[in-house]
């Protein structure tokens, strides 16, 4: 099974700060097949990025993805309002498909 | 409009069944593959498993967890996807998701599942 291991579990960052937020492959995954969801307080989660720097309908250009090896990161390049949540990076490449714990990103 | 809305989900006794169905519209169902997903109170995200699209011989892979316990059907004609939970376990409580292709590009809201005597 591919263990995703998200760091760090809590982000507390100010709006218009940067976020960079990791999300580390225990085994090779191939990087077109690993997406970021975003979820909010109360809400269903919601794709961002997949494939990992290609972003979902509607997603700001303040959301990207990049790999490197078995590391990716998630990058939210100015911290609005709304971006306050938890992310997960998922693997969708080799089964049994697999989550990330999450990172929560609050206000500070 | 993508839609995706669960049912189901009920208060039930460890040992019984529930069936959650997912509903779609907006989109060609029998193109997609349908991923369930479910979420423990206040814990993370858990993949259930999901069904292939039948131009991909409908094929089902489960999680580990539920394996022998839980079935993923369709039914193109309605556009439906069910997920058959049996022999329901405390551990089984959750919010159950469905979500559209590998990628799980759209969400349903959830329905929620509470196994408790």
């Known amino acids: 099974e591919v263990v995703l291991t998200q760091s760090p579990g809590t982000l507390s960052l100010s709006p218009g700060e940067r976020a960079t937020l990791s999300c580390r492959a225990s085994?090779?995954?191939?990087?077109?097949?690993l997406a970021w969801y975003q979820q909010r307080p109360g809400q269903a989660p919601r794709l961002l990025m997949y494939g990992p720097s290609s972003r979902a309908a509607g997603v700001p250009d303040r959301f990207s993805g990049t790999v490197s090896g078995t590391d990716y990161s998630l990058t939210i390049s100015r911290l609005e309002p709304e971006d306050f949540a938890v992310y997960y990076c998922?693997?969708?490449?080799?089964?049994?498909?697999?989550f990330g714990q999450g990172t929560k990103v609050e206000i500070k | 409009e993508v839609q995706l809305v669960e049912s189901g989900g009920a208060l039930v006794q460890p040992g019984r069944s529930l069936r959650l169905s997912c509903t779609t519209s907006g989109f060609t169902f029998g193109d997609f593959a349908i991923n369930w997903v479910r979420q423990a109170p206040g814990k993370g995200l858990e993949w259930v498993g999901f069904?292939?699209?039948?131009?991909?011989?409908?094929?089902?892979e489960y999680a580990a967890s539920v394996k022998g316990r839980f079935t993923i059907s369709r039914d193109d004609s309605k556009s439906v996807a069910y997920l058959q939970l049996s022999s329901l376990k405390t551990d089984d409580s959750a919010v159950y998701y469905c979500?559209?292709?590998?990628?799980?590009?759209?969400w349903g809201q959830g329905t929620l599942v509470t196994v408790s005597s």
């Open positions: 979500a559209r292709a590998h990628r799980l590009e759209y």
């Open positions: 998922h693997q969708y490449d080799k089964s049994p498909r697999t």
């Open positions: 085994q090779s995954v191939s990087s077109s097949y």
């Open positions: 069904i292939r699209s039948k131009a991909y011989g409908g094929t089902i």
